[in-house]
């Protein structure tokens, strides 16, 4: 089945020490996003690619950083991270050839900072 | 700016206790309302798009429809396995064109 994989699913690190999240896909979307949610709340964007374009979003904290090396695969870096860091981190794509442009979600990966 | 809000913030049902869950929206040129349901420790889950107002979509017990202000989505009978949070976003003309702004869901129990 076609889908949107993360991973890990559960990340662990510490304080200031830097993490790499991976997501891959197999719909062979043209756009793919990175969200971060946290408790009871709503999902927010951070960025998204439009192909190899990136798109920050303007209250993305300059610890994450994104990086895409093809269709399938892209990264969320989080350099420094601080314990106000730690959420749900939510990839999802989307194709623009379709009407709506509806997005697809992973599981996510839980990101504990300790 | 985009503002998204859903009511309640939570629902407790019954098996078989229909009800509704609202999504009310204040958009610069909707272009698309989408309902996701999430579990929890996972990714939402798309359920629906909808885009004029008017128009309905159903799956299974669930109706979603859409005004110019809101969205609802019917539970229709609901069973123990419909417990989830439903999430309702938003993509305008007011946003980069990809971006959806979700609301902060509403968390429903139905109970046996």
């Known amino acids: 089945d076609a889908m949107v994989i993360q991973n890990p699913r559960y990340q662990v690190t510490q304080f200031g020490k830097p993490v790499t999240l991976s997501c891959s896909q197999t719909?062979?979307?043209?756009?793919m996003y990175w969200y971060q949610q946290k408790s009871s709340q709503a999902p927010k964007l951070l960025f998204h690619?439009?192909?190899?374009?990136?798109?920050n979003e303007a209250d993305t904290p300059d610890n994450f950083q994104s990086r895409r090396p093809n269709t399938s695969f892209c990264f969320l870096d989080i350099r420094s991270p601080g314990l106000g860091d730690a959420a749900m981190y939510l990839c999802?794509?989307?194709?623009?050839?379709?009407?709506?442009?509806?997005?697809?979600f992973g599981p996510g990966t839980r990101l504990t900072v300790l | 700016e985009d503002q998204v809000t859903q009511s309640p913030e939570a629902l407790r049902l019954q098996e078989g206790e229909s009800s509704s869950l609202n999504c009310s929206y204040t958009?610069?040129?909707?272009?698309?309302l989408f309902w996701y349901r999430q579990d929890p420790g996972k990714g939402p889950e798309f359920l629906f798009t909808l885009y004029s107002a008017g128009e309905e979509k159903e799956k299974e017990r669930l109706k979603a429809t859409l005004t110019k202000k809101e969205s609802f989505l019917h539970i229709t009978a609901p069973k123990p396995e419909d417990s989830a949070t439903y999430l309702c976003?938003?993509?305008?003309?007011?946003?980069?064109?990809?971006?959806?702004?979700f609301g902060k869901g509403t968390s429903l129990l139905v109970t046996p």
């Open positions: 690619y439009y192909d190899k374009d990136f798109n």
């Open positions: 999802a794509t989307s194709s623009v050839s379709e009407a709506y442009n509806e997005q697809f």
């Open positions: 719909l062979n979307h043209n756009v």
């Open positions: 958009v610069s040129g909707l272009r698309g």
């Open positions: 976003a938003v993509r305008s003309n007011s946003n980069s064109g990809y971006a959806l702004n």
